[in-house]
């Protein structure tokens, strides 16, 4: 089965600072996607970012890019000029290729990051 | 808007008491399923649908029923709740067709607390 660990469940950073999230994971399949979604207080889950593995290049969205390396089983998620509005829960998530699950398209999810942007 | 909507949003009842939470997409996917998010669990998938009349186990089933008799809605079940089913609940849907590998489209939740 497939695992994603996310081993900081917390971290802060000062407002226009860099940030890094990790997450590994732990699969035997060569297909398949990864996500980050973005749960701040209001509850919403909103998706900040996706990978396709067989993929090379870093998905990048505005100030939000990922270090995807496939070989390490890694998908880092960088946060530049970080923002007030970016605090909130993160969560690195993980789906296999449909095919390879007989269709289920589960995601399986870390337990998340609690990131706060302080002032 | 295209959006998932669940409702309730908040919902306090008592031990056995059968509920209903529901969940309606306006984006015409096929694929919809449930999730429950615990402290330190992160999500876990409850039950999911293919399509209108299918239906299969997540990870999390038991205590659960689902049912999807049309496309747009896939309410959840607790025909008799109990205290560990006390949770945060997400309804999500994807276009399964459109592309391999499309993301979860969430609702916004519904906070429920069984005593």
């Known amino acids: 089965a497939q695992t994603v660990t996310q081993s900081q469940p917390e971290m802060s950073v000062q407002e226009a600072e860099t940030v890094t999230l990790s997450c590994t994971y732990d699969?035997?399949?060569?297909?398949?996607?990864l996500f980050w979604y973005k749960q701040p207080p209001s509850r919403q889950m909103i998706l900040v970012i996706r990978?396709?593995?067989?993929?090379?290049q870093n998905a990048t969205e505005n100030r939000f890019s990922v270090n995807f390396q496939k070989a390490a089983k890694s998908f880092s998620l960088k946060i530049s000029d970080s923002q007030l509005g970016d605090t909130a829960m993160y969560f690195c998530?993980?789906?296999?290729?449909?095919?390879?699950?007989?269709?289920?398209?589960?995601?399986?999810f870390g337990k998340g990051t609690k990131l706060t942007v302080n002032p | 808007e295209a959006q998932v909507t669940q409702n309730p949003r908040y919902l306090i009842t008592v031990t056995g008491k059968k509920l209903t939470v529901t969940c309606s997409q306006n984006?015409?996917?096929?694929?919809m399923s449930w999730y429950r998010q615990d402290p330190g669990l992160g999500l876990r998938q409850i039950y999911y649908?293919?399509?209108?009349?299918?239906?299969d186990k997540g990870d999390v089933p038991e205590g659960y029923k689902v049912s999807r008799k049309e496309k747009r809605n896939f309410p959840l079940i607790l025909e008799s709740p109990s205290p560990n089913q006390t949770s945060l609940y997400f309804c999500?849907?994807?276009?399964?067709?459109?592309?391999?590998?499309?993301?979860?489209?969430f609702g916004n939740g519904t906070r429920l607390t069984v005593t």
């Open positions: 999500a849907s994807k276009d399964s067709a459109l592309w391999v590998g499309s993301p979860l489209h």
């Open positions: 699969t035997s399949e060569s297909n398949y996607y």
């Open positions: 990978q396709e593995a067989y993929k090379q």
């Open positions: 998530a993980f789906m296999k290729h449909a095919l390879a699950q007989g269709g289920s398209e589960k995601l399986v």
């Open positions: 984006m015409n996917h096929e694929y």
């Open positions: 649908s293919m399509n209108v009349e299918v239906t």
